[in-house]
């Protein structure tokens, strides 16, 4: 699966995109220069239960990661998967 991202100063968005059409969506925005809030996950009905909204949610994780960014969860569905996966910890604020 080939999730992809694109930001701008202040706010930012992994997504899935299928011939043109974003099919999964997270965005997110910057809390200062070290830590970004995720504040919406969606996911197209046709591609519910394939594993994207996690997928969406790991890239966020390995981009806080490799740029020393904590996360703030805010969006229910980033938050449960964060609840869920202890190994994000290290980035979760």
Do not use: W
Not at 13 to 19: A, C, I, N, R, S
Not at 20 to 46: F, R, W
Request: negative net charge; contains cysteine; hydrophobic residues 35%.
């Amino acid at each position: 699966m080939n999730i992809q991202q694109s930001e701008n100063e202040k706010k930012g968005e992994f997504y899935y995109e299928v011939d043109g059409q974003k099919l999964g969506l997270m965005t997110y925005s910057y809390a200062g220069p070290d830590k970004i809030i995720i504040d919406h996950t969606e996911v197209d009905e046709s591609q519910k239960g394939q594993g994207i909204g996690y997928s969406l949610v790991e890239a966020a994780v390995n981009f806080a990661r490799e740029n020393n960014l904590k996360i703030m969860p805010l969006c229910p569905f980033a938050n449960a998967v964060f609840r869920k996966r202890s190994e994000y910890n290290d980035v979760r604020f």
